[in-house]
């Protein structure tokens, strides 16, 4: 069943490399039903090409954990719209926290950039936006959570100096209620890019649907 699906429904073409300004805005569209898309617009607002994160709801069949590794699968296209980056989730089942979420960033090639995982130990009704990120080799580099625990505002840490702000994003109102907008700036891109803010403002959003 699962070949039969992907022949019918092959991943898109994947090739070309990322490239994310340090300050940009993500922003929810609502133009397409079936599929949860955000325009990465500059910051006068206005859309920066047709760059775009979007999430599909099946696993793409190109996935180094295919056919069963994987569930969902989260595209960055850049400029061109063309798909230049992967994220696929990986639910994993802990005993006194239930499914957590697991992301892993590919290149084209299927290597491994970064994972974006929930830190469990953060995971009650006060936390729900905590992330620890790590490289391909499964260092922690970062963690990302809630400034305070009403804020609207998730800073990321450089995890080697406990303490330094690499970058943030602040949640801001927009025009529909329903829709999630995002400003990020990201202050130091020596260890996490620009784009993983964008993955990581997605899975907030999915967060936030889920509750």
Not at 1 to 21: E, F, I
Not at 79 to 105: C, F, N, P
Not at 110 to 135: C, F, G, M, P, Q
Request: glycine content about 6%; overall charge positive; charged content about 25%.
């Amino acid at each position: 069943l699962l070949v039969a699906v992907c022949l019918l429904n092959w991943d898109d073409p994947c090739h070309g490399a990322p490239d994310m300004p340090k300050a940009w805005i993500l922003n929810e569209s609502l133009l397409r039903a079936d599929k949860l898309t955000f325009t990465v617009n500059g910051m006068d607002d206005h859309p920066e090409g047709d760059k775009r994160f979007q999430l599909k709801r099946t696993a793409r069949c190109s996935s180094p954990g295919a056919p069963v590794g994987y569930d969902m699968t989260l595209e960055y296209r850049s400029v061109d719209g063309t798909v230049s980056l992967w994220a696929d989730r990986r639910q994993r089942m802990q005993q006194k926290s239930g499914h957590v979420e697991q992301w892993d960033i590919f290149t084209c090639a299927n290597r491994l950039l970064y994972t974006l995982e929930e830190d469990t130990s953060w995971l009650t009704k006060a936390h729900k936006d905590k992330w620890v990120i790590k490289d391909g080799k499964g260092n922690i580099l970062a963690t990302a959570q809630r400034r305070e625990l009403q804020s609207t505002e998730i800073q990321v840490h450089d995890y080697s100096t406990k303490g330094e702000v690499l970058g943030s994003m602040v949640q801001v109102p927009a025009m529909q209620a329903i829709k999630t907008k995002m400003k990020v700036r990201v202050l130091d891109d020596s260890k996490v890019k620009s784009y993983v803010y964008g993955f990581l403002g997605v899975l907030v959003k999915l967060r936030q649907k889920a509750e």
